[in-house]
T-cell receptor
Framework: QKEVEQNSGPLSVPEGAIASLNCTYS??????FFWYRQYSGKSPELIMF????GDKEDGRFTAQLNKASQYVSLLIRDSQPSDSATYLC??????????????FGTGTRLTVIP | DAGVTQSPTHLIKTRGQHVTLRCSPI?????VSWYQQVLGQGPQFIFQ???????GRGNFPDRFSARQFPNYSSELNVNALLLGDSALYLC????????????FGPGTRLLVL
């Protein structure tokens, strides 16, 4: 079982619609959950992170966390063509050597159609 | 303030060669982590260095090594390159060992022929 799983997509939504991205994780001990955006050929950039069950909103973005279901999601409201990118879900986990680092999913490719 | 910088931006090597990738963290950041991102996959953790000591290692062979210098910059070395080492190598720096303030550099794209 992969540590972090995402639907690879591609996911296409029309401009102005809500895009919903989903992620599940395997380690019940994980405490921090992250969403990154990665444009083609660029490095990941942090959108937001969430610690607690429930919703966290930042502008057009809302992260949702359900630790009991080991599920994280990202909603993008009023999607714009500039939101077209790959969205990476990441979870903090401790490696066998004790390092606290990020484990990433494979990413979901989002296309917003004008 | 300057962000995380990496050099070179692109690199082409042949199988069996050795490569050194460099990273300069954000000023004041003491931790550097390295990730490998193969095309179509998410980044995969390789190493974390904090205060010049290795603090964590991912599931990579001993051909991969790294170090951190007194100014907190870091090098990633890969020996005996394989075709499968072709990837985007990302460096991320953070204030200390936490990941919440981890910022990625632009990456070095390595192609092994």
């Amino acid at each position: 079982q992969k540590e972090v799983e995402q639907n690879s997509g591609p996911l296409s939504v029309p401009e102005g619609a809500i895009a919903s991205l989903n992620c599940t994780y395997s380690d019940r001990g994980s405490q921090s959950f992250f969403w990154y955006r990665q444009y083609s050929g660029k490095s990941p950039e942090l959108i937001m992170f969430i610690y607690s069950n429930g919703d966290k909103e930042d502008g057009r973005f809302t992260a949702q966390l359900n630790k009991a279901s080991q599920y994280v999601s990202l909603l993008i409201r009023d999607s714009q063509p500039s939101d077209s990118a790959t969205y990476l879900c990441a979870v903090n986990m401790f490696t066998r050597t004790g390092a606290n680092n990020l484990f990433f999913g494979t990413g979901t490719r989002l296309t917003v159609i004008p | 303030d300057a962000g995380v910088t990496q050099s070179p931006t692109h690199l082409i090597k042949t199988r069996g060669q050795h490569v050194t990738l460099r990273c300069s963290p954000i000023s004041g950041h003491k931790s550097v982590s390295w990730y490998q991102q193969v095309l179509g996959q998410g980044p995969q953790f390789i190493f974390q260095y904090y205060e010049k000591e290795e603090r964590g290692r991912g599931n990579f062979p001993d051909r991969f090594s790294a170090r951190q210098f007194p100014n907190y910059s870091s090098e990633l070395n890969v020996n005996a390159l394989l075709l499968g080492d072709s990837a985007l190598y990302l460096c991320a720096s953070s204030l200390d060992r936490e990941v919440e303030t981890q910022y990625f550099g632009p990456g070095t794209r390595l192609l092994v022929l």
